[in-house]
């Protein structure tokens, strides 16, 4: 295969077949990889901005659309501050596991508030509870009743779960319905597995308690749910580097300079 050459003036760009592939490959991957970690920063500072917003807007009535909740975009509402009215139901509410306050290990304590002129329920995270001794021994800890106006921001747990839980789908449907125990204890905050698990309608939007909110609440030093975006725009232009490098590289390695004294072969 005949060698691509490219003369002007005085040098001469030559590059070989493998140099061109590696480069051909390396920059749009470098490039790629670039744009992600730049996205994944953008993301972050736009839930940071909504974060910090928040602190500050009015609350929204909750909620927010009882009619048509179930075609909400939720993620939309993430953060957002809302207060809504209602009765606690203890008999659902659990412990959050390994939640970790000042090098502390906890639960936060989730409870399910039944939204007053409404059949739908909503989830409340009233905040941290310091765990005992010993694990198995759980916190004891009290839930107001009569009614309770509570003001928060909006929570929309995740559903990217990692568990070593066996799957109990099936025993799910069965612990209030069928009188069984209620598991007063849970790993994850799996909202799927929790409407499953209760007779009532409850919503995909979950909040957290507000400090300053006197509904019940504990401990509830709710922090940034972002970090490390300096770290990713790091990463954005380091990649970017790599790219800009190997084009570099590449044409620092594919070009030679005539000499002007050497006379051409014969």
Known sequence: MKQIQFKLHRYIFSPSLIGTIVTVICIPLFIKFGLWQYHKAQQKLAIQAAYNLAKTDSALQFPLNAATDHVLNVDAWNYKKVKVTGVYETKCQFLLDNQVEGNRVGYHVITPLKIDHSAQYVLVNRGWVLGKDTHTELPKFKTPTGPQTVIGQIWVPSKKIFTLEANTNTADTLSTQNNQPWPAVWQN????????????????????????????????????????????????YQWFGFALATLLIYFYMSITQVNPFTKPKQ
């Open 189 to 236: 905050m799996n909202m799927s597995r929790y409407k499953r698990s209760v007779p009532f309608a409850v919503s995909d939007l979950a909040i957290k308690l507000d400090q300053t909110s006197d509904a019940g609440g504990f401990i509830r030093n709710w922090q940034v749910p972002v970090e490390r975006i300096a770290t990713n725009i790091g990463y954005a």
